[in-house]
Nanobody, 131 residues
């Protein structure tokens, strides 16, 4: 079993800042990518930012254009945690923010070991930005 637990959402005035955190726990063998999506009322869920494993042990960051220069994503591999620092928030950033991870689990069953890669989601945290 894998759990993603988000924290850090809330209500803030336009121009303010919030920092979201997401911790992954469970039978995790490796994490391929961790990131954030958001869904505003009446809109489709959209990617905000993601950190992918890059070549030769590095990482690759992808940030959607609408938040570039305002949001920063970072990942602490030792803690299986991803952060989203959100600065200069705007009312249009109001949404439920979901943590997402693509990771491999390792499970021992009947003396054997099973590895499985799947997509996991957190329960979501509300971010509301007032004008």
């Amino acid at each position: 079993q894998v759990q993603l637990v988000e924290s850090g959402g809330g209500l803030v005035q336009a121009g303010g800042s919030l920092r979201l955190s997401c911790v992954a726990s469970g039978s995790i063998f490796s994490i391929n990518a961790m990131g954030w999506h958001r869904q505003a009322p009446g809109k489709q869920r959209e990617l905000v930012a993601v950190v992918n494993n890059g070549a030769r042990g590095g990482s690759a960051v992808n940030v959607t254009d609408s938040v570039k220069g305002r949001f920063t994503i970072s990942r602490d591999n030792a803690k299986n945690t991803v952060y989203l620092q959100m600065n200069n928030l705007k009312p249009e950033d109001t949404a439920v923010y979901y943590c997402n991870a693509v990771l491999m689990t390792r499970t021992v069953i009947d003396g054997g070991t099973m590895f499985r890669t799947a997509d996991y989601w957190g329960q979501g945290t509300q971010v509301t930005v007032s004008p």
